[in-house]
């Protein structure tokens, strides 16, 4: 019995029993895993996978316990090859990660750079994806972490570290009423107009919509956008008010659009990084952590990744107050 033929079992089972897929996912052909197949089969003394034809129909009982296993050996593989690699320091790897184009536009960039700066020979692959995405990416094991934002609950399916807070920020072009009011917005101002934002808006549950429904208003969705800059696009183009994440606002915003402060009126959002429960936790994403979140303890994650120590993470941050990301904060209030 090998790794091998492990790795390919479970890769079976997880297309599906579709051995062309597996056979692709693991980057071998389809007559080399059937072989490998068929002699660990011999050596078990039972089948994996039931059989209709040439195709595989079903996993076995016997099989199911089998793979349950084997995912727990390869688990610990992977961990023993990421210890060795934090031992002898090594500065190459492959890092996955999925995230929201916002952060993967706003907040990645600065810390990916630093990053790269102490792992030259790491490759790093950014998965911009729609907030639905994300998490399953990260479930089936496509993607080695995920930056994700929330204004409720921490995300599930892993170790959710809150790293930092931020509020939305409205958009409007120059000379709109809205930057005319001459006092802060109210919901009911929001109301009268049409609204760009981003697609989990669309969502009954999502916090744009529980926060008009909690004045008795319902919010009129003219465009949505998983990309912040093609919301400031469509604001300007006349189709409504904008509603996005503050990180999205820079300064060069000011020349065509007016930034408006709605922070009592849209409840706080978290920015979450997810990792897998009980890994050894590879040297360049506890310093990406870090990167993005400077309060997070090194040491504690590493515990709590591990699974020798229970979650006590320090209060995030308000974005504008991360280091170096005051300058950021270029609202006003409509005056």
């Not at 089948?47 to 209709?52: D, P």
């Not at 595989?56 to 349950?68: F, H, K, M, R, S």
């Not at 109301?191 to 919509?209: F, G, I, K």
Request: net charge neutral; charged share 20%.
């Amino acid at each position: 019995m090998t790794l091998t033929q492990l790795r390919y079992i479970v890769a079976i089972a997880d297309a599906g029993l579709n051995i062309t897929l597996a056979a692709d996912n693991v980057h071998a052909t389809q007559s080399g895993i059937s072989k490998q197949l068929k002699q660990l089969e011999g050596e078990l003394g039972f089948q994996v996978f039931t059989r209709r034809g040439k195709s595989l129909d079903a996993i076995t009982p016997a099989g199911a316990q089998v793979l349950e296993r084997a995912r727990s050996i390869l688990h610990e593989a992977r961990n023993i090859r990421a210890l060795a690699a934090n031992l002898r320091e090594e500065a190459h790897g492959e890092l996955s990660v999925a995230t929201t184009h916002t952060q993967a536009r706003f907040v990645l960039p600065e810390a990916i750079a630093r990053l790269k700066q102490h792992y030259p020979e790491l490759g790093v692959h950014i998965r911009p994806q729609g907030e639905g995405r994300i998490i399953s990416l990260f479930e089936s094991g496509e993607v080695d972490l995920v930056l994700v934002s929330t204004s409720g609950q921490p995300p599930e399916g892993g170790i959710a570290v809150p790293l930092f807070r931020w509020y939305r920020r409205a958009i409007v072009p120059l000379g709109h009423p809205l930057a005319k009011l001459g006092r802060p917005l109210r919901i009911q101002d929001l109301a009268e107009y049409p609204l760009v934002s981003y697609e989990s808006s669309l969502q009954p549950e999502s916090s744009l919509r529980r926060s008009f429904a909690a004045a008795g208003l319902v919010p009129r969705i003219a465009c949505t956008s998983v990309d912040a800059d093609l919301i400031k696009t469509y604001v300007l183009a006349g189709l409504g008010v904008g509603i996005l994440a503050e990180m999205a606002v820079g300064a060069a915003d000011a020349r065509e659009l007016v930034t408006l402060d709605i922070d009592d009126l849209l409840p706080v959002c978290t920015s979450w990084l997810v990792l897998r429960r009980d890994h050894v936790l590879r040297s360049y994403v506890a310093q990406l952590a870090r990167l993005v979140a400077p309060q997070i303890d090194e040491a504690e994650l590493r515990r709590v990744v591990a699974g020798h120590a229970e979650p006590h993470w320090p209060e995030p941050p308000l974005w504008n107050e991360l280091p170096q990301r005051g300058v950021r904060r270029t609202t006003s209030r409509a005056a």
